[in-house]
Every structure is written in structure tokens, then in C-alpha cells.
Nanobody, 115 residues
Framework: QVQLVESGGGLVQPGGSLRLSCAASGSIFSINNMAWYRQAPGKQREWVATETNSGYTDYADSVKGRFTISRDNAKNTMYLQMNSLKLEDTAVYYC?????????WGQGTQVTVSS
């Protein structure tokens, strides 16, 4: 019913930038929340950022001031602009759409920060 596909991951040097995209398709309602999560090996999946359909945004303390979440409702796509990347940002990044009490996940995209 709802499919999410992430893209834009890759290898980047510390201090560099990367832009992730998440394209949603299927039965998308007007009122929904979209979010980014990440998971490093041996660690729990953690919440990174959220944007509601009305434009409210929130960020985890670890990325605040460096990452920016945005969405294009006409395209049913959301983005995560990552600047000033650090080694600890290395993880698989997942997008999530929440609507009417249900959550949907993408397959994830790998982000590796290394010199």
C-alpha cells in the first residue's frame, strides 16, 4: 500500500556533505509525519529527524545544527541534507512515514564517513 525508497547514500570524508532522498508511493494521506532514522552495527536504531506535513521539524541533539530535513508534498518525497559530517554519523539511514496509526519503512541506504 505504501512504499518508501531511499537513495543518495555513499562514502564521504569528515566535514563533507551528503543529501539523502526518500520517495514515497501508494496510498499517501494529506496528514502524515515523515522521519529519518539511522542504525550503526551493534547499536539500536535511533531517531534522527522528523517533519510533519505542516512543516514542523525536530532533530536529535546529535545532529542538530548540521542536518536539515525537508519534504516536497507534491512529489511525495523527503530529504535529509547532512553537512559537517562526522565519523559517528556512519550508519544505515532509513526513512519512515507515519499516518493513521501505521508506520512504513524504507529499505535503508548506507552512509559511510571516512578519511
Amino acid at each position: 500500500q505504501v512504499q518508501l525508497v531511499e537513495s543518495g547514500g555513499g562514502l564521504v570524508q569528515p566535514g563533507g556533505s551528503l543529501r539523502l532522498s526518500c520517495a514515497a508511493s501508494g496510498s499517501i494521506f494529506s496528514i502524515n509525519n515523515m522521519a529519518w532514522y539511522r542504525q550503526a552495527p551493534g547499536k539500536q536504531r535511533e531517531w534522527v529527524a522528523t517533519e510533519t506535513n505542516s512543516g514542523y521539524t525536530d532533530y536529535a541533539d546529535s545532529v542538530k545544527g548540521r542536518f536539515t530535513i525537508s519534504r516536497d508534498n507534491a512529489k511525495n518525497t523527503m530529504y535529509l541534507q547532512m553537512n559537517s559530517l562526522k565519523l559517528e554519523d556512519t550508519a544505515v539511514y532509513y526513512c519512515k512515514l507515519s499516518q493513521r496509526g501505521s508506520g512504513y519503512w524504507g529499505q535503508g541506504t548506507q552512509v559511510t564517513v571516512s578519511s
